[in-house]
């Protein structure tokens, strides 16, 4: 069984802020998720990965296989990018669903 | 964009009573799923589904659950008798794993009173 880990819990930054939230897994995967929960509750995917580095608009994700541990960062940090960041994983390398780690509440202050 | 489309969005429902919560997922994915989020905790999986049968279930996913395909579009859960311990959030998704990243719908807020 995957065991998904998070730091920070909550994070607070001032606007513009570079930000960095980590995921550590015990269990090799074939791709890890990141994800955005919205203050009403839907989830958005970010982005998924097997090696490497992601990047879309400020938001850049970093895998290390052989570390088993991400890094989600945010440049230039701003209000509307507050939410609950969630990395998840698969539970085993060949399962199909996701395995979510308890999550990341960022608070962007203007 | 394609994207997953669950109803109704908010559902309460009085103990023991059934509700079905219903899912319309991205029509080319291959793999549907059903997650739930108590309040203030992780998110987490009850079930998959994948050529119209169950793929996977958690261990939360007993007989009180049920999924099915009725009509090759929608995609539901059921939950029979329901309790208060089953007030929820609960998200459809879809998705081609690995290959694909995973489709959430914006979820039904269950509440059991």
């Known amino acids: 069984k995957n065991e998904v880990e998070q730091s920070p819990q909550n994070l607070t930054a001032q606007e513009g802020e570079f930000i960095t939230i980590n995921c550590s897994y015990s269990?090799?995967?074939?791709?890890l998720h990141w994800l955005q929960q919205h203050p009403g509750g839907g989830i958005v995917s970010l982005f998924m990965l097997s090696s490497g580095k992601k990047k879309h608009g400020r938001l850049i994700a970093t895998i290390n296989i052989q570390e088993k541990h991400s890094s989600l960062h945010i440049t230039a940090s701003h209000p509307r990018d507050s939410a609950v960041y969630i990395c998840a994983a698969p539970p085993s390398g060949s399962a199909r669903q996701l395995t979510f780690g308890s999550g990341t509440q960022l608070t962007v202050l203007p | 964009e394609p994207e997953v489309t669950q109803t109704p969005s908010h559902q309460v429902t009085q103990m023991g009573q059934e509700v079905i919560l219903r899912c319309v997922p991205i029509s080319n994915h291959l793999y549907f799923y059903w997650y739930r989020q108590i309040l203030g905790q992780k998110v987490e999986f009850l079930v998959s589904?994948?050529?119209?049968?169950?793929?996977?279930k958690s261990e939360i996913f007993d007989d009180q659950f049920s999924v099915e395909r009725p009509d090759g579009s929608n995609f539901t859960l059921k939950i029979r008798s329901t309790k208060l311990e089953d007030s929820a959030m609960y998200f459809c998704a879809t998705g081609t794993p690995p290959n694909t990243e995973a489709f959430f719908g914006q979820g039904t807020r269950l509440t059991v009173v």
């Open positions: 589904f994948y050529n119209n049968e169950i793929s996977e």
């Open positions: 269990v090799g995967i074939s791709a």
